[in-house]
């Protein structure tokens, strides 16, 4: 059965982009467009699509209001489209925590080798988000959700306390569940966690629930254009009680630190013992398809920290991740992986997981909570 998607965007031109490319799959139809955000509302609750894409800025009614609205009525997924700005980041996360699942740049290839690759990113990400079915999921819960300081931007999902029928990617916290498992006693380094499709609320979900004194530093991947990771390390950073920060050169490794891997870049360790640094770099690499890639950090980490490392695999598309994963296996490491009820997409934890390299399948919910037990800090 195809994918029905609804094209929303006040241009003209770019509405039969969009249709021009999505119509190429056979397993895609348009079924209808809406050229301000009112009437895309409307036509959500008239035409029942599988997908939305929704342009940020229009007239009457801006995207993210109607986000809102939408998942308030008619719980959809909705893929974003985004100007590779600060404001459009600002905007995009803004959309994110309205509930929308996904974001492209208004200029995909911008993010693509290759028009071809632009194509397939597109229908690929419509196709992946399309298939879930919203009656799985159901928002974060939060008991103390975290303030911002004065004039720090607002977080996804955080003012959020308790179930709606808005559009999400986890299930209440099982903590019945997870106070049974024991932790192994495995003494730790650090903590890298990757994902791609739905990791910015995953990512948000796990850090805000960590401690203040959480031992080691985290290393982040997380699939974003250059232009978002600078306002998602400071939306993180204002949620969280651990430091949050976008990885710069040189940056020494501190405990109870993240590091966001910048947009566009590759992230790598470099040293040894306790003066263990940040390598961050530009990759024109054709070779390699995400910038910046798990596998590329999860391989450097495996080498820097050999079996002292837990990693996580989150919720993505693809299978960027499992050869890095691999590698720390060998090593010894431990590896994570969020499971397929609680994953927005199930394409990077699937992999790890088939190919036998994870020795847990979690829900995002209970992923904190095993962090905590496991590292022993809490």
């Known amino acids: 059965m195809a994918v029905k998607v609804l094209v929303v965007d006040d241009s003209s031109f770019f509405r039969r982009r969009v249709s021009e490319i999505l119509e190429q799959d056979k397993d895609i139809e348009v079924i209808g467009f809406a050229v301000n955000g009112r009437e895309a509302v409307d036509k959500a609750n008239q035409l029942r699509p ?4 929704m342009d940020v800025e229009m007239p009457v009614l801006d995207g993210i209001s109607a986000v809102k609205q939408i998942m308030a009525a ?54 992946e988000i399309g298939r879930r079915r919203l009656s799985r999921f159901s928002r974060p819960v939060s008991s103390t959700p975290a303030v911002p300081p004065s004039g720090a931007t607002t977080s996804l999902r955080s003012t959020i306390t308790q179930p709606d029928r808005s559009f999400n990617r986890n299930t209440a916290p099982s903590a019945g569940a997870t106070a049974s498992i024991r932790a192994s006693g495995k003494k730790y380094q650090v903590v890298a966690i990757g994902t791609s499709t739905g990791g910015p609320v ?31 390390a400071a939306r993180l950073n204002s949620l969280c009680k651990i430091h949050v920060k976008e990885a710069q050169q040189g940056d020494r490794l501190m405990p109870g630190t993240a590091y966001l891997a910048p947009g566009g870049q590759q992230m790598l360790i470099e040293g040894r013992g306790g003066n263990r640094t940040l390598r961050v770099f530009e990759d024109d690499s054709a070779r390699i398809t995400y910038k910046p890639s798990v596998d590329v950090t999860f391989a450097s980490t495996a080498k820097a920290f050999q079996g002292d490392v837990l990693a996580v695999v989150l919720t993505g598309m693809g299978a960027d991740g499992r050869d890095g994963a691999r590698m720390l296996k060998q090593a010894g490491a431990t590896i994570w992986a969020q499971d397929e009820k609680t994953s927005v997409v199930y394409g990077m934890p699937q992999a ?16 904190a909570t095993r962090l905590v037990r496991e590292i022993g800090c809490g």
């Open 352 to 367: 790890v997981t088939s190919a036998g390299l994870s020795s847990a399948s979690i829900a995002l919910s209970d992923v």
């Open 202 to 232: 995953a990512l948000q979900t796990i850090l805000t629930q960590l401690p203040a004194n959480f031992p080691h530093p985290i290393l982040l991947i997380q699939h974003m254009p250059a232009a978002f990771t600078p306002a998602f």
């Open 74 to 127: 008619n719980p959809t997924p909705i893929l974003m489209f985004s100007s590779l700005t600060r404001d459009g980041a600002t905007a995009t996360l803004d959309a994110l925590d309205a509930g929308a699942l996904d974001f492209l740049p208004k200029k995909f290839e911008d993010i693509a080798r290759n028009n071809e690759d632009a194509i397939k990113l597109l229908q690929n990400k419509v196709k």
């Open 50 to 53: 599988d997908v939305i894409t």
